[in-house]
């Protein structure tokens, strides 16, 4: 199993140059009071000492909570959810962290969005893995 120190290492040996949290709907963010994982994000980009941008991407619809939505659900949910209010993205190398992955939909709607962006090498990070139903 991997350390902390370790893992650390080898985030850093990526060549991450920002690392950025999946954005919440910001009516969500207001009720929740906050986003968890930006809080996840946040830590990560101290411990690595990579700098953390939360407004390269937004979500800009309200969707359906995920949990309740099958894979294809999931995919058509969150078409055109986000986008990048800067069309000029200076990264090449950037690290989405989320709290949860279940199906990918998110993470592959956000990279997509990325890659249009010219970003060329795109990771993630996630806090857990869930089971679609």
């Known amino acids: 199993m991997a ?3 370790s893992l650390g ?3 850093k040996r990526l060549g991450i140059e920002v690392i ?3 954005p919440m ?3 969500k963010e207001r009720k929740r ?3 968890q994982a930006e809080v996840y994000a946040k830590a990560v980009s101290k411990a690595l000492d990579i700098p953390m941008d939360n407004g390269l991407i937004k979500r800009v619809r309200n969707t359906a909570p995920m949990k309740e939505l099958d894979a294809v659900r999931r995919r058509n949910n969150l078409k055109k959810a986000f986008i990048m209010p800067q069309n000029d993205v200076k990264f090449k190398c950037v690290l989405i962290i989320d709290d949860i992955y279940t199906t990918g939909s998110t993470i592959d709607e956000i990279a997509h969005e990325f890659q249009m962006a010219g970003v060329e090498k795109i990771y993630f990070l996630t806090l857990a893995i869930g089971q679609t139903t």
Do not use: E
Request: hydrophobic share 20%; proline share 7%.
């Open 9 to 11: 290492k080898r985030l």
């Open 25 to 27: 709907y910001k009516d």
């Open 33 to 35: 009071g906050y986003n």
């Open 3 to 5: 350390t902390k120190k």
């Open 20 to 22: 950025v949290p999946v």
